[in-house]
């Protein structure tokens, strides 16, 4: 990039998001599963401090982590399971939310500047483990068949409508879940970066790489919406961490419901 | 390439982005439309109802949010 030369611009798209190997022998460590990993520590290392020195009047940090877990805890968990069972899913549904949550935030932290889940592997992992946890725990509580007939055949359909209800209820509520569980994930924190990279590279563009004064006050102007755009993509990211941990456990809920 | 002078060349997932927009578009809104009327008739209502308004928000959104990512893929496998 020399001053004063144009040059064409590059539109942000999948090959912004190619994260090469940090040490050059360790091909698997790289960016995604540094965040990852800072994340899991920062977590456990946030929770065990809020839980150490428990105490009747709480401390700020034990305020804060106790607004957390009672967040999940209650406002998730319970009214989404119901107050019999919802404990038992309460570890997991806590510690999925604050690491998508941690790792959604980190594509807005400086010098991270990067959704772990906008590589949908990790969008896959934990949208399976969902998955698997609402079906086995669906599977033990009524059997093979008996959960089959409680997702596939809802109560008080007529026969006749079955063999229309059931390919279509499978599809819904067994295959296609942990699809768009994942791809939701994946999606909104791709495309939100894919956003913040058009405002800033643009702008970025404009005021450096094009000859004209005009495009260069454009660009300003667009480095500024950037800005705003990035508050965005702080709810959105926010959002969609939520999102995630309540469609879990409504999935949970739905699948150890009892029939009226 | 075409003969025909007004021929309309060029990528069509880029058309299938357009139309797969309008779809959540009209979604959200109607999400939204219910919330404001709900608060209007009940304001005691507002916090019940906006929370329940991003669930479905984020159920509905996804739709958008596939096409976005799908535009990419389609354009990488058209480039190729």
């Known amino acids: 990039m020399s001053a004063g030369v ?11 998001f190619e994260t090469p190997p940090i040490f050059s022998g360790v091909d698997w460590f790289t960016k995604p599963v540094l965040v990852a990993t800072l994340s899991v520590i920062v977590i456990v290392w946030f929770f065990w401090g809020a839980s150490r020195k428990a105490a009747v009047v709480p401390s700020k940090l034990q305020f804060a982590g106790e607004l957390g877990y009672n967040f999940v805890r209650n406002s998730i968990a319970r009214d989404a399971i119901g107050s019999r069972d919802y404990m038992k899913f309460v570890p997991y549904l806590c510690g999925l939310f604050f690491f998508i949550l941690f790792n959604n935030v980190a594509a807005t932290i400086p010098l991270i500047q990067f959704p772990t889940f906008s590589h949908i592997g990790w969008a896959y992992v934990a949208a399976i483990m969902s998955w698997v946890i609402y079906n086995a725990v669906g599977i033990k509580k009524k059997g093979l068949w008996g959960y089959f007939k409680h997702q596939t055949m809802p ?19 067994i295959l296609v879940r942990p699809v768009s569980l994942s791809l939701r994930l994946f999606a909104n924190m791709f495309a939100g970066h894919i956003l913040l990279l058009v405002f800033v590279l643009g702008g970025e563009y404009m005021v450096f790489e094009t000859g004209s004064i005009a495009l260069g006050g454009v660009g300003i102007l667009t480095f500024l919406m950037g800005l705003a755009i990035a508050g965005l993509e702080l ?14 456990a409504q999935y949970i809920g739905s699948a150890i419901a009892d029939e009226h | 390439m075409s003969n025909i002078a007004l021929a309309i060349t060029g990528d ?18 109607l999400i939204f439309a219910a919330v404001i009327n709900g608060t209007a008739r009940q304001p005691e209502a507002q916090s019940k109802l906006q929370s329940i308004a991003w669930i479905g928000f984020g159920v509905t959104e996804v739709l958008a949010i596939i096409g976005i990512a799908l535009a990419f893929v389609f354009k990488g496998q058209a480039g190729s």
């Open chain 1, 6 to 16: 144009p040059t064409q611009f590059q539109p942000p798209g999948p090959q912004n």
């Open chain 1, 155 to 173: 109560a008080g359909v007529p026969v006749w409508l079955m063999p229309l209800m059931i390919p279509i209820e499978f599809i819904s509520n």
């Open chain 1, 235 to 248: 709810f959105v990211q926010c959002i969609q961490a939520y999102i995630f941990v309540v469609l879990t």
């Open chain 2, 12 to 29: 069509i997932a880029v058309l299938g982005y357009g139309l797969a927009a309008i779809g959540p578009g009209v979604g959200v809104g």
